[in-house]
């Protein structure tokens, strides 16, 4: 992971939708969608942070804020400094334009069949965006450039799989293809969101192990988006990156991969882990460690701390203040959300709610 400056910088991002259908009058105020509230986060050169969470976490929404694809209703994202949305509206004439940050933000979708034109072979789908980002290489320059990245993903003979169309290409063939096509942009950062979920299993490590391979050998980073820990865990692990848990539109826990899963400080990223056999948790509780199974509707969060009404250790002081992120035993790097993590907080002396208890029995908890 590097240290250098952030190449991509939110700052209190939130992004809040109307939710349509709301009711038979089309005048009626809709119910606003909170999909991402008050997320701050940095991605460095040669970074890799993998998010995960329940569906209807906001995961990918916040994904694609961070790359440019969607629009915050609140806070700034920085690219090199360069406000993306500023420059975009061409305000105080930017240092950075946005159609260069455009090209330096890539993503990866989780349907790579979907985002390939069926009528156009693998050589045209990767020509265009060369046509319009890099005019000056001619035809037969692009053609070899094109080969090259092929066979760099492991696609041999190149000139075979050029001239394929989607339809007879395999699901990793079709995301191999959709890898190439965010590198020929020489991106500094790439979105792979939900990028190997489609994936059998063998298949998942495969891709992942490419992307961390092509990762320091074109010194780009990656914001991973995932539902499932395991695949979360396997590339921020090897790439020595981050593990984000986002829950109902926050991100609740950040910090080293190892040091998130080692010693989780959220009750939820605890959920998480009991859910995922592959982590190898034996001596955990036989039942879920929660209270309600049921997420929360994102349109009426509950209050204070969102996962409060199915945390088993939430308190009258989680429903009625939102806690604030702090470092765990003084490593900034590892951040929680989460009243438990502060020795001396008043949460210790508030009184637990229905089923809930101050202790969970963990090691190392207080």
């Avoid at 420059?87 to 334009?97: D, G, H, L, T, V």
Wanted: net charge negative.
């Amino acid at each position: 992971m590097s240290t250098d400056q952030p190449v991509l910088s939110l700052s209190d991002v939130d992004v809040h939708f109307e939710k349509s259908g709301g009711g038979l009058n089309p005048f009626a105020d809709q119910p606003t969608v909170r999909a991402v509230d008050g997320v701050s986060l940095d991605i460095g050169s040669n970074d890799v942070v993998a998010i995960v969470g329940e569906s209807g976490s906001g995961k990918t929404t916040l994904g694609k804020t961070a790359v440019g694809l969607q629009q915050p209703t609140g806070g700034s994202i920085s690219y090199r400094g360069q406000d993306i949305w500023e420059a975009k509206k061409w305000r105080s004439n930017p240092e950075i334009p946005f159609e260069e940050i455009r090209r330096s933000l890539q993503i990866i979708h989780q349907d790579p069949g979907a985002a390939l034109n069926p009528n156009r072979t693998v050589m045209s789908s990767l020509a265009a965006p060369l046509k319009r980002w890099q005019p000056d290489l001619d035809s037969e320059d692009r053609e070899a450039r094109i080969l090259h990245f092929i066979e760099r993903v492991g696609m041999s003979p190149p000139e075979d799989y050029a001239h394929r169309y989607p339809h007879q290409l395999s699901g990793g063939e079709k995301q191999r293809v959709a890898l190439v096509r965010a590198l020929l942009m020489n991106p500094d950062v790439i979105l792979a969101d939900e990028a190997v979920s489609a994936l059998d299993v063998s298949l998942r490590v495969e891709m992942m192990d490419l992307m961390l391979e092509l990762q320091e050998g074109f010194d780009t980073s990656f914001l991973f988006i995932s539902h499932d820990l395991s695949n979360a865990r396997y590339i921020a692990e090897h790439a020595g990156g981050r593990l984000g848990v986002m829950y109902l539109g926050e991100l609740v826990e950040l910090g080293p991969a190892d040091e998130v899963l080692q010693n989780p400080q959220h009750p939820y990223t605890k959920v998480l882990k009991w859910a995922t056999p592959e982590l190898g948790v034996d001596e955990g509780p036989s039942e879920p460690p929660v209270r309600e199974i049921d997420i929360p509707d994102p349109v009426n969060p509950p209050a204070g701390c969102r996962f409060h009404t199915r945390c088993p250790n939430a308190t009258e002081q989680c429903r009625t203040a939102a806690p604030a992120a702090t470092a765990v035993d003084g490593d900034e790097r590892h951040q929680v959300a989460c009243y438990r993590a502060t020795e001396d907080d008043a949460y210790w002396n508030s009184t637990p709610l229905d089923g809930a208890t101050l202790d969970d029995g963990a090691a190392g908890e207080h």
